[in-house]
């Protein structure tokens, strides 16, 4: 969370600042702040959002080849002015912007407290910046030991970006914890949390490493460790298109990403399902293959939607690979003291790839010896770098905050990891092996169709959207697909929703059913079809409203639901890759009419790096 930008070169840097930040606002939205240096360090920084800040400087001096930017999710403090970034030291010598949190930043405060230091704003990151300035003034040193010695002092995360008054010309860049990539251009750097932000201007690209200190004049780029280390900065390309970012012509990202998902399933397709040659090639976890073969446990972790596709993993580990399959919310498993066996293989699931209770995770598995893939969206991110092997969904960008195509990218990789599985495990015939191939790669084709329903699923939305509360069920396959459905709804209308499985209904949540209550029910044709046709019955007798996902031509719950939304026949492998679209749907819908923040909804943020 919080969006860090930097730029140093020949260009105004207040622009190149300003369009990074609006980019970069998914990570976090309740302040926002820059440092344009310009002889002096002029900061200028507001509660609100981006433009909140372009409306703040109009008829300031916004004048500067160098500056750093902050959109910020707040950690320590409340979204206000002053705890907004950048922080300036007390006697304005550095000037910091802070990703990350700083653990130990209440005993150092004390001790810069005792020290005469004063501060201003309830930050650990103010704190940052009067440390990195104490040791450089009792230490007459330069500004980046300066840095790379406080940076020693912190225990917790950071990315940060650093400038300081006696040394106008250079940015101090350095990361533990959270992303940070530096963009090179022609006598010009860029500094971001992502590459949104970079790739207009170039796709010459440096992933900062944990424990990187990169100090980058706009000629220059020095990197080391923080203990002084020189390292040898590796550029790579980045494969990233600057129309993958825009909204193009949408109201919402999440609204085009939803309509992208025919597309980014293609995608996560592409070189890997060979349907002419009725195979499947996932390079990633080749080298782990003969691990996964003999494997007696999987683990997946994950949190919120990427757990919700763990949970849809789990069936199909199970059914189509005979795996033993355990899902776990990493926040839980890293301070459960969870058994592991290096024989495990514990597949994190993260659309960021910077989760940090995921990284956290990761770390305990990987201590305990087992072998950990990663199933991530966001390519050069830190769980790639931090897993043994991994699949890339690329889904392309996902930049509304509410996870949708990422969502069907992470379903349709652990389709095609327990497809391969079961046939190497040989537990899977080939017949049916082909028939599942087949039907995963309708997927988007199906999805189209469901997406031409768009206008009726808006209808069936403007029915509910004062409603105050939603049930979702499903069974097996599509118990997860109801988790997912209700924590779209909640997230983006603020509208309480529950998931459940639904044969659970009669053990609680029945009380709550109403003639107010809308349920929704995916419903699609499967083994456990007769039986939840009778949950149908249960929440109509009890005048519930139910607007039911069903397979196309269904008449029975016609029938008998308030509303169907249709999907097309499909296997109940492939399915909660077509049910969820029209739950996508229909939360955006609602929220819209609700006037939500599609994109933005309040408290949340896009990649959550703090724990
Ligand atoms: C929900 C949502 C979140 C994320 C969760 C994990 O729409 O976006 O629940 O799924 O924060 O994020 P990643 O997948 O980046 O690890």
Known sequence: MCGIVGYIGNKEAYPVLIKGLQRLEYRGYDSAGIALINGGTNIYKVKGK?????ESVK???????????????????????????????????????HNGIIENYSRLKSKLID?????????????????????????????????????????????????CVDEKDQIIAARKGSPLVIGVGQGEYFFASDATP??????????????????????????KTISNEKLLPKVQ?????????????????????????????????????????????????????????????????????????????????????????????????????PVIYKEDIVIAISQSGETADTLAAIKLA?????????????????????????????????????????????VTVLTMMALLLGRKRNVLGDEKFLKLLNELSQVPDKIAEILEQSDDIKQVSKLYSDAPNFLYLGRGYLFPVALEGAL??????????????????????????????PV???????????????????????????????????????????YVLEVPDSHAVVSPLLTVVPLQLLSYYIAVLRDCNVDQPRNLAKSVTVE
């Open 50 to 54: 981006v433009k909140d800040l372009e």
């Open 59 to 97: 008829n300031k001096d916004i004048s500067g080849t160098i500056g750093i930017g902050h959109t910020r999710w707040a950690t320590h403090g409340e979204p206000n002015d002053v705890n907004a970034h950048p922080h300036m030291s007390e006697n304005g010598i550095f000037t910091v912007i």
């Open 115 to 163: 020290r005469g230091y004063s501060f201003k704003s309830e930050t650990d990151t103010e704190v940052l910046a009067n440390l990195i300035e104490h040791i450089y003034k009792v230490g007459n040193i330069s500004a980046e030991i300066a840095v790379r010695l406080a940076l020693t002092k912190v225990v917790g995360a950071y990315g940060l970006l650093v400038t």
């Open 198 to 223: 970079i790739i207009e201007y170039t796709n010459s690209v440096i992933y900062l490493n944990d424990n990187d200190v990169a100090i980058v004049t706009k000629d220059s780029l020095s990197l």
């Open 237 to 337: 390309k980045l494969d990233l298109d600057i129309g993958e970012i825009e909204k193009g012509g949408y109201d919402h990202f999440m609204l085009k990403e939803i309509f992208e998902q025919s597309k980014s399933i293609n995608d996560t397709f592409r070189g890997r399902l060979a349907i002419d040659n009725k195979d499947l090639i996932l390079g990633g976890i080749h080298q782990v293959m003969p691990k996964l073969i003999d494997a007696k446990r999987i683990i997946i972790i994950g949190c919120g939607t990427s757990w919700h596709a763990g949970l849809v993993g789990e069936y199909l580990f199970e059914d189509l690979a005979k795996l033993p399959t355990e899902v776990e919310y990493a926040s839980e498993f890293r301070y459960r003291k």
């Open 366 to 410: 990987k201590e305990a010896g087992a072998t950990v893939i990663g199933i991530c969206n966001v390519v050069g991110s830190s769980i790639p770098r931090e897993t043994d092997a991994g699949v890339y969904t690329h889904a392309g960008p996902e930049i509304g905050v509410a996870s949708t195509k990422a969502f069907t990218a992470q």
């Open 488 to 517: 779209k709804l909640k997230e983006i209308s603020y509208i309480h929703a529950e998931g459940y499985p639904a044969a659970e209904m009669k053990h609680g949540p029945i009380a709550l059913i109403d003639e107010k209550m």
């Open 520 to 562: 929704v029910v995916i419903a699609t044709k499967d083994k456990s079809y007769e039986k939840i046709v009778s949950n149908i019955q249960e929440v109509k007798a009890r005048k519930g409203v139910v607007i039911a996902v069903v397979t196309k031509g269904d008449s029975v719950i016609r029938g008998m639901a308030d």
